[in-house]
């Protein structure tokens, strides 16, 4: 059978045979002998993945979304009509949502298109293999880090090494056959593949790579992983490693909050983003948190007083929220066509801080100091000593709708809406069309 390389669509691990309608050349896709037959295909095959990884499925807005949902607490609400993302905020997922399917697919397409780049390096040019490689891996982690943490009982909920996770998947796939039907890996093997893939990463990237990952956000997605595995020193020294790099690099915190966000090109803050135009690139954050006015919906997502309840009088933070379409909503996303930052060099000073504060230590700066950068920024006054509780605080309000709500509470053990961090509804389902196709072989999370 001829092999070929689909780009831009879904893998087909849905299909029942194998049959020669496989040997049909699929739209948008490349006989395998051509698309990694040489460096400029090896490269288009890597901006293919760079896509997948900002539809808005992923990182062009719904993963950031479901964390705040499913970690909502009364601090926002979803209105909108659309019941795939209410059953999230709900915690009342059907296995047949279908957000919660095409995020898995395109997940793993994405996860099918980087390893095909990664089979396909020897033939890239030397000079370029390793930064090549390295976003390669960078992609691949990055996607098995969010599917572990949507569709897995989370690190904090012990038992790693036996809890079921989400299947590894190594190699191309390139056609359906026995082997295409993949058991899930248990919590721990996927974190190890996870810490393997963005360490080496990490090893490979440049400290610049202009819109693309560079070293910074290699480090920065470490620093999160190690967060969430409660490794304070790693994720600290992780963190510090990003810090270091990027502001040698000319990164630094923007000069003011509102100026972080509603930009149409990278600020100065951003570690990554996905890249937004009138042309190209997603951004549902801007779609589903935004109002008519300013080009989205009829505002899904309201903002409630209990959340704005816990920033202090005079914090910068606090007038970035507006009035529009009858509620409160976020200035974060208010701008249709801007860039969505998925890391930015605030967050990684907040988990050194608190990193060095779980630890005692003072790793690259102290904790007061670090805290005291977001707080000044903020437009508030600096503290002389902090507690957890203040670093904690200040990194809800500084990183506030951005995507970290759910797996923030799940690593400190918390509850959403009536819900403990470990409840099976917690974790998303296994997409019921999946379970049918590998039947007998992926099994299904507790609870559905």
């Known amino acids: 059978?001829?092999?070929?390389?689909?780009?831009?669509?879904?893998?087909?691990?849905?299909?029942?045979?194998?049959?020669?309608?496989?040997?049909?050349?699929?739209?948008?896709?490349?006989?395998?002998?051509?698309?990694?037959?040489?460096?400029?295909?090896?490269?288009?095959?890597?901006?293919?993945?760079?896509?997948?990884?900002?539809?808005?499925?992923?990182?062009?807005?719904?993963?950031?979304?479901?964390?705040?949902?499913?970690?909502?607490?009364?601090?926002?609400?979803?209105?909108?009509?659309?019941n795939q993302p209410r059953e999230v905020w709900l915690k009342a997922i059907l296995t047949t949502n279908s957000f919660v399917r095409d995020t898995w697919l395109s997940a793993y397409n994405t996860i099918n298109i980087a390893n095909n780049v990664l089979t396909g390096i020897n033939v890239v040019n030397t000079a370029d293999q390793n930064r090549v490689k390295g976003e390669a891996l960078f992609i691949r982690g990055a996607m098995y880090f969010e599917l572990i943490r949507?569709?897995?009982?989370?690190?904090?909920?012990?038992?790693?090494?036996?809890?079921?996770?989400?299947?590894?998947i190594l190699t191309p796939t390139r056609g359906i056959n026995q082997s295409s039907y993949v058991a899930r890996s248990t919590v721990e093997q996927v974190y190890t593949?996870?810490?393997?893939?963005?360490?080496?990463?990490?090893?490979?990237?440049?400290?610049?790579?202009?819109?693309?990952?560079?070293?910074?956000?290699?480090?920065?997605?470490?620093?999160?992983?190690?967060?969430?595995?409660?490794?304070?020193?790693?994720?600290?020294?992780?963190?510090?490693?990003?810090?270091?790099?990027?502001t040698a690099n000319g990164k630094s915190l923007a000069s003011n909050y509102a100026a972080v966000f509603n930009n149409s090109s990278n600020s100065v803050e951003y570690l990554f983003a996905t890249q937004v135009s009138a042309l190209d690139g997603a951004n549902n954050m801007h779609l589903y948190w935004s109002i008519p006015a300013y080009g989205g919906r009829d505002g899904d997502v309201s903002i409630q007083a209990s959340h704005l309840a816990l920033y202090s009088a005079g914090d910068d933070r606090l007038d970035l929220f507006y009035s529009g379409a009858g509620d409160i909503r976020s200035g974060k996303w208010q701008q249709q066509y801007k860039v969505l930052p998925v890391i930015r060099l605030a967050e990684m000073y907040l988990t050194r801080a608190e990193a060095n504060f779980r630890a005692g230590t003072s790793v690259g700066e102290s904790p007061v100091n670090d805290v005291n950068r977001t707080r000044n920024?903020?437009?508030?006054?600096?503290?002389?000593?902090?507690?957890?509780?203040?670093?904690?605080?200040?990194?809800?309000?500084?990183l506030a709708h951005e995507g970290h709500a759910v797996h923030d509470l799940k690593r400190l053990k918390l509850s959403a809406d009536g819900f403990a961090y470990n409840a099976d509804k917690m974790v998303f389902p296994i997409p019921q069309r999946e379970v049918d196709a590998h039947a007998g072989v992926l099994v299904q999370n507790a609870g559905y």
């Open 377 to 398: 920024r903020a437009g508030l006054g600096s503290l002389g000593t902090v507690t957890l509780a203040d670093i904690l605080l200040e990194r809800k309000l500084e």
């Open 193 to 246: 593949q996870i810490l393997a893939d963005l360490t080496e990463a990490e090893g490979l990237l440049p400290n610049t790579n202009t819109v693309y990952v560079a070293k910074p956000a290699a480090s920065a997605m470490l620093s999160r992983v190690y967060l969430q595995m409660e490794k304070y020193p790693e994720a600290r020294d992780a963190a510090n490693r990003s810090i270091t790099v990027a």
């Open 1 to 82: 059978m001829k092999k070929y390389i689909s780009i831009f669509m879904a893998m087909a691990v849905v299909a029942s045979s194998c049959d020669k309608k496989l040997d049909l050349l699929p739209q948008q896709s490349v006989a395998e002998e051509v698309a990694l037959s040489s460096d400029a295909n090896v490269k288009k095959v890597l901006n293919g993945a760079y896509d997948a990884m900002s539809s808005g499925n992923l990182y062009g807005g719904n993963v950031l979304l479901y964390s705040e949902l499913l970690a909502a607490n009364g601090e926002i609400r979803w209105e909108g009509t659309f």
């Open 150 to 168: 949507l569709f897995a009982k989370p690190y904090s909920a012990g038992s790693v090494s036996a809890a079921p996770g989400v299947p590894l």
